[in-house]
């Protein structure tokens, strides 16, 4: 259970203090955990009350609290999060903002801070009580499944699907587990390391189904189901329902927002699929896996025709990550696009390299882009990159 004190703040932004918290509160009440108390409840109380009296008054293990103030012409929000127990500070963070704040932009900002507090909340919860997994060792096997899986290295991939197959005959019935092992297979499938790819598709698929009949609505299983059904059936129609669900079920998911994206880029909309990319960016600024991020950035700028920022975050997906495979291709068809073909053939003998066997043939069976003139211009850069046939 999760309290959030006021902000403290200069009586001229008393408003926009109480604004913002409100909108935090209201945020983390759209999310199936951690449970809030309501706004009305904490307004009364001091910002600078102490965390371990409020959790006592409240019934909270957690107590969010923070400042607003003036730093020239702009704003800086300070939030951190408190053990109610022992008083001690498990995260802060701050963002910086424009001297005057929208109601527009209030809501993106409460909606980022929920989203950033309450997997800090769900990481000190499971720190402390592990309850989330029936046998502890499923979970404590699954946090080092995902270590490995972030590295995103071949040898290190085969020991965390190890692992995390471990983790779910521990507990079958763990729903995380499942999203992950998903996850694990998706990121196969975009490396090119799955010798039989239909197999692979349809392990990934299982572990989703899996995981939606033990939690109906969880919103990463249902993104990440929907961006399947986009890019291994090009069936966009089955893909969009399942995305309005997610969304539904976690407006401030970032991952929801991300698995979302691509498909739209795929449809001809890049101005959605960018909406869609920004938006799981500014949800998640500093996710583990952020070259992917920046890489269904790079799509949606693609699609959007904007060539230089799709080669742009391409190429800071490739910086971060110089092992993802799967954003090189469109990077280098947006370098070919920009005459940039020198840089556009590096990346292509690299994609080689990695993944011995890639050719021109191959891609064409995973053609996912639903509009043929489009398809057929991104073959073609490719092979003015040097994809072979």
């Not at 963002?95 to 909606?111: F, H, I, K």
């Not at 039989?196 to 993104?223: I, Q, S, V």
């Amino acid at each position: 259970v999760v309290a959030v004190l006021p902000l403290r703040a200069a009586p001229g932004d008393a408003g926009l203090a109480e604004a913002l918290r409100e909108g935090v509160v209201g945020a983390l009440t759209l999310r199936r955990e951690p449970m809030t108390i309501s706004a009305n409840s904490t307004r009364a109380l001091d910002p600078g009350s102490d965390p371990v009296q409020v959790g006592r008054r409240m019934g909270a293990g957690y107590v969010a609290g923070g400042s607003l103030r003036r730093t020239g012409a702009g704003l800086r929000l300070g939030v951190d999060l408190a053990d109610a127990e022992t008083g001690l500070s498990l995260w802060r963070r701050t963002w910086d903002l424009p001297g005057s704040v929208t109601p527009e932009a209030e809501d993106m900002v409460a909606g980022i801070i929920a989203h950033t507090l309450a997997p800090r909340v769900e990481e000190a919860e499971l720190r402390r009580s592990r309850s989330h997994a029936r046998d502890e060792r499923a979970w404590l096997t699954l946090m080092e499944a995902r270590r490995l899986t972030f590295r995103l290295e071949r040898g290190e991939m085969e020991r965390a699907g190890a692992l995390l197959h471990r983790s779910l005959a521990l507990d079958p019935g763990f729903p995380p587990a499942w999203v992950a092992l998903a996850n694990w297979h998706s990121l196969r499938l975009g490396q090119g390391w799955a010798e039989d790819r239909e197999g692979e598709t349809r392990a990934l698929e299982a572990a989703l189904d899996t995981c939606l009949t033990l939690d109906a609505d969880n919103a990463r299983a249902l993104a990440m189901l929907g961006h399947s059904r986009a890019v291994r059936e090009r069936r966009y129609d089955a893909a969009l329902p399942l995305f309005e669900r997610a969304l539904d079920a976690a407006p401030n998911d970032a991952d929801a927002w991300l698995w979302s994206a691509p498909t739209f880029a795929w449809m001809g909309d890049g101005a959605e699929a960018l909406r869609r990319a920004e938006q799981a960016l500014r949800l998640s600024p500093e996710d583990p896996l952020r070259f992917r991020h920046w890489h269904f950035l790079s799509i949606a700028h693609y699609a959007a025709g904007d060539m230089a920022q799709a080669a742009y975050w391409g190429l800071r997906s490739h910086e971060a990550n110089r092992r993802y495979t799967s954003n090189l291709c469109v990077t280098a068809a947006a370098l070919v696009a920009l005459d940039r073909t020198h840089e556009a053939r590096g990346l292509v003998q690299e994609a080689l390299r990695l993944t011995p066997g890639f050719c021109m043939s191959v891609f064409l069976n995973q053609r996912t882009t639903a509009v043929e003139s489009d398809w057929k211009i991104y073959c073609h850069r490719l092979q003015k990159a040097g994809l072979p046939l």
